[in-house]
Every structure is written in structure tokens, then in C-alpha cells.
């Protein structure tokens, strides 16, 4: 059974970091894109960044485009998001997937975490 468990959420002020941790077991994504999405209260799910299953390709939403770093490491089966001068819209649920296909829909990606909170306050 594959499960995404996403570690290292919180709660940091403005202009703080986090670093965000997707674990995944059950089966070896090595071959799969991964990507990160995010939703906050009331809002729709937004894309945040996504990586080739290789990591020689990245891409990232306009709003944390030179603040966030997408990685990953193959051997540990882990995404990791590394967020820089966080900002209070960056508010939200954060929550890691695995799929495919390269893509910022995040329909295309069949599995998906729960999700870890991020809070950014003023």
C-alpha cells in the first residue's frame, strides 16, 4: 500500500523558512514526477512546484518563484520542499504527490499526502 507522509510544517513568522519533507513508501517513485500543492481556507488548490522523477527539470508557481527549491532524493524516497522568506500569503496546507506525468494539474498525479499545515504569521 503506497503512503506520502509530509513532515515539517508549522508555524513561522514572516521572512522564516521551512523546509518540507514528503516521505514515500509502498513502492519506488525514482521514475515519477513529484510535485507540491498547496490550499488554504477557502481557496483553491495551487500549484507550488513540481520535479522530474530524475531532477534535471523543475518548475514553480510565479508566487514563490526564488523563495521555494523543490529536491528530492531517489535513494530515500523523499521530496523535500525548502521554503525561503516566507510570506503570510504563503498560508496553507501543503501537500506533496507523485505521478507520471510532469504537470501542474494536480489531477494528473494519483497519489497524494494528507498534507501539512504552514502558517505564516505577520
Known amino acids: 500500500q503506497v503512503q506520502l507522509v509530509e513532515s515539517g510544517g508549522g508555524s513561522v513568522q514572516a521572512g522564516g523558512s521551512l523546509r518540507l519533507s514528503c516521505a514515500a513508501s509502498?513502492?519506488?517513485?525514482?521514475?515519477?514526477?513529484a510535485a507540491w500543492f498547496r490550499q488554504a481556507p477557502g481557496k483553491e488548490r495551487e500549484f507550488v512546484a513540481n520535479?522530474?522523477?530524475?531532477?534535471?527539470?523543475?518548475l514553480y508557481a510565479d508566487s514563490v518563484k526564488g523563495r521555494f527549491t523543490i529536491s528530492r532524493d531517489n535513494a530515500k524516497n523523499t521530496v523535500y520542499l525548502q521554503m525561503n522568506n516566507l510570506k503570510p500569503e504563503d498560508t496553507a496546507n501543503y501537500y506533496c504527490?507523485?505521478?507520471?506525468?510532469?504537470?501542474?494539474?494536480?489531477?494528473?498525479?494519483?497519489?497524494r499526502g494528507q498534507g501539512t499545515q504552514v502558517t505564516v504569521s505577520s
Open positions: 504527490a507523485f505521478g507520471i506525468i510532469y504537470s501542474r494539474d494536480y489531477r494528473v498525479y494519483p497519489y
Open positions: 509502498g513502492r519506488t517513485f525514482s521514475n515519477y514526477a
Open positions: 520535479i522530474r522523477g530524475n531532477g534535471d527539470s523543475t
